[in-house]
């Protein structure tokens, strides 16, 4: 007998409320909870047979396995629009047919929160300006701020700090408020750049800039002139109302900024000028007359800078120079200068400074010097009236310049009277003594060149021998030298450059034998000579000297061999008989003084 299954009892779903969690920027597929559900009836009536739904109005983010009762979400969620959703779950057996019996359960599922966003300040560069004196604890009048789109888990929680801490200047963490943390100098600093960091809880950022300008305290403000004193030239008789070309002004003692002080003349030796207030410009309001002057110079103006604000005052002074028109022309010092130069100087050697006298004041007194004689090897400047060596100088050339100047000034073209300059080229010791001759009283001297000499035809035992011909004197030859320089440099001496074994040479270039010579022994002979000047370096001159020795008769025949026959037989008819030989020998060089003639 198959009985029906009854459907008696609906599905029991424990536990009978789920919960669950999700973060709110979850994109996946994700399983968040597992519904289960028992049926005591049998077949698809009972636990077999149930399935799972969601409620009619569940968000299409949620689904469920209609058989494992698995529940699947697919973000993302908004934590600030929904922070806890209810989803209702139903289980029904049969299949889950129309007919089937139900039940519901719900599934409460939280959102949870994540730092998804960066603070943001609401500007990116923020401007202050306080004054120096504000005192450290004293909020600026900036005040910066950042939002951060995040609400949940403390997340939109922004704290401020300084990236580059400072001693000057702390920001509270809360409110961003920026505080004066110590005292401030507008002097020693003008202008702050602080960078401000906004970070939430989770570590995200921005940044932003606070520029803090430091005023100054106009009450303080202290003029100065900036210069005490101020100088200037005019020319005397010029138009009323001319200018004066100086420019007066003050500033402050601190920042060195013209407040728009005002300005006055206080005292002047005369009563030629006046002064605009607002500008100080100066202005002549009385003829100037240089004589009406009491030093016929100077005008001395004291002046004043007021402050109005605080009254603050300054003086200083200006001194107006007053130059005269161009009346006079320029006069010389002095009729005449003397100057020596060596005659090594380089180029450029400064020998003298010319002066002149211009009675004339201002433009009218600068001169120029001008140097009227052409083609000398000298330069004059024409502001400094120095003069200076312009190329190579050479004494044994020019000994003497003789130069002319004058002046004229800017005002006129009519020049000064003439200056002489007599210029004197001191000697250096540039040149060496030159041989200029050589003579010999018994020879023949050759100067072949300046370094060599030939003596010829020098007779031989010349002087050698007591009873010769030239008596007591030993000269072979006298010696004529010159040096082109003069003083020390030019005087010099001549002595033997080596030994010689034939000759002596005296101071004064008297070249003497002391031995004899044999022209039958040596033909010639040669010596060196050096001619040495006294100049420092001291200069020499080498010559070379030959002499040529001439042969005197000064050997007779001498017999060398005689034949003679023992027995001497002579025909009494004979004519002519060879009796006996004899053989001379002459030790005379030249043929005319060897060659020999027998005689009986």
Known sequence: INAPLLNETAPTVFPSKYVASVLEAQAQTLLIAHIQAVDPDKGVNGTAGIRYSLGPLTDARFQINAQTGDVLVTGPFVYNNEQVLTITVIATD??????GQSTSTVLVVTILPQNLHSPIFTQTVYTGVIDEFTQPGTAINVTVRASDADTG??????????????????????TGDIIVAGALDWNKQKTYLLTVLATDIGGRFDIAYVTINITYNLNHVVP??????????????????????LKVQAVDVVNGIDYGFQYYIIDSTVGWFSIDTTSGNITMVGLVDRL???????????????????????????????????????????????????EDATIGTALLTVNATNYNTGLFSRMTFVLLTPNVPFMLNPKTGVLQTSMALDRETVQNYTLFVHAIDEGTTTPSNSSVIVITVLDINDNAPVLRSAVSPFGKATLTSTTSVSITQFPETYCAKPGSSCGDTRTIAAL??????????????????????????????????????????????????????????????????????????????????????????????????NLASFIFTDGDATSTNSDMQYTA
Do not use: W
Not at 94 to 99: K, R, T, V
Not at 230 to 241: A, D, F, M, Q
């Open 94 to 99: 049969n299949l889950g047919a129309a007919y």
């Open 153 to 174: 888990g403390n997340y939109g929680v922004v704290a401020y700090e300084l990236r580059d801490p400072t001693e000057k200047f702390m920001i509270q963490a809360d």
């Open 224 to 245: 100065v002139f900036k210069q005490s004193v101020y100088t200037v030239s005019i020319t005397e008789k010029r138009p009323l109302g001319t200018q004066v070309p």
């Open 292 to 342: 009406r002057i009491p030093d016929q110079a100077h005008v001395t103006l004291t002046l004043a800078a007021v402050y109005p604000v605080n009254h603050g005052i300054t003086t200083c002074q200006v001194i107006i120079t007053v130059d005269s028109l161009n009346n006079y022309p320029p006069e010389m010092s002095r009729p005449m200068y003397n100057a020596s130069v060596k």
């Open 480 to 577: 004529s030298a010159s040096d082109a320089d003069i003083g020390a440099n030019g005087q010099f001496s001549y002595a033997l450059a080596a030994v010689s074994s034939y000759v002596t040479v005296g101071s004064t270039g008297m070249i003497s034998l002391k031995t004899e010579v044999d022209r039958e022994s040596v033909d010639s002979f040669m010596f060196v000579v050096a001619i040495t000047d006294q100049g420092t370096p001291m200069l020499q001159t080498i010559v070379n000297f030959t002499v040529y020795l001439a042969d005197l008769n000064d050997n007779s025949p001498v017999p060398q061999l005689t034949s003679v026959s023992p027995n001497i037989a002579v025909s009494e008819i004979a004519s002519t008989a």
